[in-house]
C-alpha cells in the first residue's frame, strides 16, 4: 500500500463518529474489515477515474449522472434521486472530484440533505 493510498485509507476510517473510530481501534477483525472497504472503494474509484477520461460530450452528462448515483444511493438510498439532481447541477469538473475524492462526495451529499430536510438540522445537533 502506498503512502498516498494509506494516508486516504487512514481518512476515510477517521470520518465515522468518534466512538465507531474507538471501537475500530479496539477490535482488530473489525478494523482490518474496514480497511479492506476502504481500499475496494478506493480501488473502484479509481477505476471510475480511468472510465470517465474515455467520455464523450453527448455521453458525458448521462454516464456521469449515472455514476454519481450509484454512489450517493450508497450514502441515502431514500433520496439518492433528489440529491442526485441537485449534485448534477455543479460543474462537470467539481463533479468529476465528487468521483474521485469520496471525502468530498460525502460532504456534498451531507449539504444535499441538509438543504433537503433544514428542520432535521437542529435537530441532530
Known sequence: MSGNCK?????????QHKDAVLHLLSD????????TFALKTLQEQNMEETEVSDWSDAEDAERLGEKIFSLVEGLDPQHAHDITGMLLEMEPAALLQLLSNHTLLQAAVQKAQAALHPRNQTLST
Open 7 to 15: 494516508a486516504e485509507v487512514t481518512g476515510m476510517l477517521l470520518e
Open 28 to 35: 482488530p477483525h473489525l478494523l482490518e474489515e474496514q480497511v
